[in-house]
């Protein structure tokens, strides 16, 4: 059995892809699949490419192409981002469905995986552009999106405002609200409250199971973190505001330290209004290598992938690594940290809030019926605590990594859903 896996990826995906599918192909021989179980997960459900026109402001009309993969939906309907690049492939969209369809098993939702998106550079079309492709995108794919088919997401070069025209351009097709059908969306328009810090949150909900299972006290933690964004920068505050200590923290052009712990109010005041972290006082500045070396208990890499690697996992002191970027850790760090008992709380798990609270939003929107603040919130620690812990049951058990072990239980539960409609 050929499982066609891929050396085609986008560039910034291609550690996901390498790291993932590195460790499918071990597992797969190590659970002893059959030949029709291997057949079944290495072919997508649905994979499909449409060509569609656009208006430009110049008046002419230019064709884009888009990609739309839905891998599995065993388990629910297929859930995944659209993003828009120009260097986008149906193969890399193959890759990155299959990973949602493991993100999604491994947070026991009832999802199956898909991806999308058009090969485009966003940034060379005027705003009326980019509106005028996403309907037009839409209006190819729609048959194939729906509340109970395919839920499409924000992903790279994605976000709020190309969710909503989703929403309405495929509202405008079928004549009726139809919320669901996509997540991601304002508040206002039925999108769901504690988006925005849920990849953030729901990390950090893991990550203090972790603590507990490795004794490790959560007061006064040392926290460094790598990547000052959207996820970054809402996990320091975050650490910060639940007492732990937030020592380093970084982004691009470098980042600061303080082993008395950095006031993460003060830091986030700082870099707004001097666009950069550094010279923040009482702080001193160091570089991203110095940050992921640093004295701490706990490593944040919440930046890009493949940030760290055989030429500096040596150096890495944290005692736990939370990986809420997508594979910021490449196959031989990820062997050195096993070796050296550093207990890593993969991606697939780690930043899974981000894919459950999306479920919530969808959920919330079938039912026409809007959560507290808190309510999401609660849901949401159930969801990760109970992940954690059905993972982490498999691991000690098998006595295997945490990553293996997620992915192990994931294709488990696609396998049982499959069985149980009949397919095997
Ligand atoms: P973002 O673009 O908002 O922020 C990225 C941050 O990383 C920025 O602060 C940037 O300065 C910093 N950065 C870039 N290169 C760096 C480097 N070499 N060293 C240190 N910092 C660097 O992105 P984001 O939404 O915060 O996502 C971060 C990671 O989390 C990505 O891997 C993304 O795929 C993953 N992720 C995000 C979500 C989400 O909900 N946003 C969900 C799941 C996974």
């Known amino acids: 059995m050929i499982i066609n896996f891929h050396e085609r990826i986008h560039v910034d995906d ?39 026109p656009v208006r430009m402001d110049s008046g002419k009309t230019r064709m884009f192409i888009g ?3 839905q891998y599995n939906d065993a388990r629910g309907p297929a859930k995944g981002g659209i993003r828009f690049h120009p260097d986008l492939t149906i193969d890399d969209v193959k890759d990155l469905a299959f990973l949602m369809v493991l993100k999604c098993a491994v947070a026991n939702i009832p999802f199956g995986g898909s991806k999308g998106g058009v090969i485009v550079d966003p940034k060379q079309l005027s705003g009326n552009e980019l509106e005028l492709l996403t309907r037009s995108y839409v209006r190819a794919i729609n048959n194939f999106i729906g509340p109970f088919k395919d839920i499409p997401a924000p992903d790279v070069f994605t976000g709020e405002k190309i969710m909503v025209w989703i929403m309405d351009e495929f509202e405008r097709i079928k004549g009726e609200h139809v919320p669901a059908v996509v997540t991601g969306k304002p508040v206002e328009l039925g999108g ?10 729901g990390g950090i909900y893991v990550l203090e199971e972790a603590m507990k299972k490795l004794n490790m006290g959560q007061e006064g933690a040392r926290v460094a973190i790598q990547g000052f964004g959207n996820v970054g920068k809402n996990a320091a505050r975050l650490f910060f505001e639940r007492g732990y200590k937030v020592v380093a923290v970084s982004a691009t052009g470098g980042g600061i330290i303080d082993q008395a712990g950095l006031d993460i109010q003060k830091v986030i005041s700082h870099q707004e209004s001097r666009g950069s972290l ?6 001193a500045d160091i570089t991203n290598q110095e940050l992921l070396a640093c ?4 490593l944040v890499p919440a930046a890009l992938s493949d940030q760290i690697h055989n030429g500096n996992a040596d150096n890495v002191k944290a005692r736990i690594i939370l990986e809420l970027a997508n594979a910021p850790t490449t196959i031989d760090a990820d062997k050195i940290f096993f070796n050296k008992n550093i207990f890593v709380i993969p991606d697939v798990l780690a930043n899974a809030g981000g894919v459950v609270v999306s479920y919530f939003e969808w959920s919330q929107n079938l039912n026409s019926s809007y ?25 000690s058990h098998e006595y295997c990594r945490m990553r293996r072990s997620a992915y192990r239980l994931a294709i488990k539960r696609v396998l049982e859903a499959e069985r149980l409609r009949g397919n095997l």
Not at 192 to 201: D, G, I, P, Q
Not at 278 to 283: K, Q, S, Y
Not at 295 to 298: F, G, I, N, T
């Open 371 to 395: 959560w507290t603040e808190e309510e999401v919130l609660r849901n949401l620690k159930n969801i990760m605590v109970n992940s954690f812990n059905d993972v982490y049951a498999a691991c």
């Open 67 to 69: 990609h739309r993969v």
């Open 192 to 201: 769901t409250k504690a988006r925005n810090y849920s990849t953030a949150l």
């Open 14 to 52: 291609k550690n996901i892809c390498k790291l993932f599918m590195h460790e499918i192909s071990e597992l797969y021989t190590d659970m002893e699949l059959a030949a029709e179980e291997l057949e079944l997960l290495a072919m997508p459900r649905r994979s499909f490419t449409v060509h569609f």
């Open 295 to 298: 004295d701490c208990d706990v």
């Open 278 to 283: 550094l010279d923040f006082a009482g702080a």
